[in-house]
């Protein structure tokens, strides 16, 4: 294999890796603009997400296609759940009580899907399979598949949030909540459209998590939701192309490491640049920074 | 119209404003002028909903709003220009009068902006432009404009000339006056009670979250105390 096709290769892998964090990256982002929560219970909506599409295909041996829909509504419904559960009621508490929170839900999660679906690692039977050969580089379905939807799914969003009028109301209330009151918009039915589109987001990126590794666990939410959440940081926490950017680089960033023989040292070096992100420039690449005319 | 019937409004255990009572007729110009921190911009909040007020009611057109959720008061007839415009600096100037238009059918939005546009032409120019980019007055402006996307029979102004330079402070009172005389209603709070006084049928004076006088725009304009006060003579 040349060197260049290893590049290739690895690009892929990264760009795979880097769409599935930028999905959930934009749902911490997204969260984190409209009411400055750090929604530590987003990694969670992922797993629970991939157990839907687990339990759909082998104990009700539905097509992978309805389960991978019945995935994101489960997921969508989870996250508006959430919200009006525990969130909504501390809507005017300071905000370390709504991270508290969001740890808690976190937590109970994890916990109940143990307690229901077991400790061990549930396997997920594959079904996007095969891959193309391209001169000497080997495509997988699964990862043209992964980086389409990916991209897919952020034009989507893109055109949600900039055209319509819920996405100008989600961008009017993170902007400024009590002047988009002002302008007769609902705080909590926009907050719960946040949190839905988030949630979805987090369901696309559940099945393509397990399209790429094959298995389910209570756990597999944490790490994923770190490291979508330092995604997020970097590419600027609030900014929707941030978390999109954020995502690829740092997907890009494993593939590089593991590339040159450090896949041990692939979660400590993205744990590192969130340090190096904070320590230098904390509002991220594209962070809001808007200067106030008076 | 409006009718503001003996309302406390507390932040935390600070009793901001004390007993006050107002009323503001349809047609009128009605202005609560004071000092900064007299609680003049903490009054229109608790009319627009953003703050609670623990006794007494805010009655618009017969019916008590003290209770109704800020984004259901809007439709209602209520627009509230806030103090510091608070326009949305990353959204582009039609995007903020869309916003204002939420709680109206779509199909009112393109002639609610026409309206608009003649009202306050340079917005027509920049329509495209981030409202970030907008100079203080252009803002101020874009804000009053945002309101009357709403189709309000009743608009709250806070601070309309602050920060604005003499030329604009003139341009935005012709403005308001024009506004009412076809037919909107209008509580204008200012601390440039000169101007304020000049425009308005009539006023409150607001010292320390109390009404302390109130009259005719051109009695207190006339007062030795008020001028003495508020007026710099």
């Known amino acids: 294999m040349s060197l260049i096709s290893q590049i290739i290769s690895q690009l892929v892998n990264g760009l795979q ?34 157990y839907v599409v687990f339990y759909a295909m082998t104990s009700f041996s539905l097509p992978p296609l309805v389960a991978v829909l019945l995935a994101v509504i489960a ?13 909504t009621p501390l809507r005017s508490a300071p905000r370390l009580s709504l991270l508290i ?13 143990q307690l229901v679906f077991g400790a061990g690692a549930k396997n997920v ?22 980086i389409l939807v990916s991209v897919a799914s952020m034009v989507v969003l893109t055109f949600l949030v900039q055209k319509t009028k819920l996405g100008k109301a989600m961008r009017a209330v993170s902007e400024d909540m009590g002047a988009a009151q002002l302008m007769g918009i609902s ?16 369901g696309i990126g559940s099945v393509l998590y397990i399209c790429a590794y094959g298995q389910a666990s209570p756990t597999m939410g944490s790490m994923l939701g770190l490291k979508a959440f330092v995604a997020a940081v970097l590419g600027g926490i609030g900014s929707i192309p941030g978390a999109m950017i954020g995502g690829f680089v740092i997907g890009l960033l494993e593939a590089l490491v593991t590339a040159v023989g450090l896949s041990t040292w692939k979660d400590g070096v993205v744990f590192a640049v969130l340090i190096v992100v904070l320590l230098v420039k904390p509002t991220g690449i594209l962070g809001r920074q808007i200067t106030e005319k008076v | ?10 932040y935390g255990n600070i009793h901001a404003i004390k007993d006050v009572s107002f009323e503001v007729n349809e047609g009128e110009i009605v202005t609560l002028i004071g000092a900064n921190g007299a609680g003049k911009s903490t009054i229109l909040k608790t009319i627009s909903g953003l703050l609670r007020t623990k006794t007494g009611d805010v009655i618009l057109k017969g019916e008590s709003i003290k209770s109704v959720a800020p984004h259901k008061i809007v439709a209602k007839g209520l627009a509230h220009v806030p103090e510091g415009r608070r326009v949305f600096l990353a959204m582009s100037v039609e995007e903020n009068l869309e916003m204002g238009a939420y709680t109206q059918p779509a199909s009112s939005i393109a002639p609610n902006m026409q309206e608009v546009f003649q009202w306050f032409p340079r917005l027509k ?30 608009l709250l102004l806070d601070e309309p000339s602050m920060g604005l330079s003499p ?22 709070v200012e601390q440039n009670a000169q101007m304020a006084l000049s425009v308005a049928q009539r006023a409150y004076v607001l010292e320390t979250g109390r009404i302390i006088m109130q009259g005719s725009a051109a009695e207190l304009l006339n007062d030795d105390s008020v001028r003495k006060a508020y007026l710099g003579a």
């Open chain 1, 17 to 50: 890796s880097g769409s599935i964090y930028a999905l959930v990256a934009l749902g911490y982002s997204m969260v984190y603009g409209i009411i400055l929560l750090l929604n530590f219970a987003h990694g969670d909506i992922i797993m629970i997400g991939a």
């Open chain 1, 75 to 87: 997921c969508t419904l989870l996250g508006a759940l959430i919200e009006k559960v525990a969130y």
């Open chain 1, 101 to 113: 929170t969001a740890i808690g839900v976190s937590f109970l999660l994890e916990n109940g899907a």
């Open chain 1, 125 to 146: 039977p594959s079904f996007i399979d095969g891959g193309v050969q391209i001169g000497d580089v080997y495509l997988s379905y699964v990862s043209v598949v992964t």
């Open chain 1, 187 to 202: 705080l909590n039915r926009t907050i719960s459209f946040t949190f839905a589109v988030g949630s979805a987001l987090a």
């Open chain 2, 1 to 10: 119209m409006l009718k503001v019937d003996n309302i406390n409004v507390y």
């Open chain 2, 125 to 154: 120019e920049r329509r495209r432009q981030m409202a970030g980019t907008l100079s203080g007055g252009e803002q101020q402006m874009l804000a009053m404009g945002r309101a009357m996307m709403s189709g309000a029979k009743v």
């Open chain 2, 167 to 188: 030329l604009l402070v003139k341009e935005i009172f012709e403005i308001i006056t024009e506004l009412n005389k076809r037919g909107m209603t209008i509580l204008l």
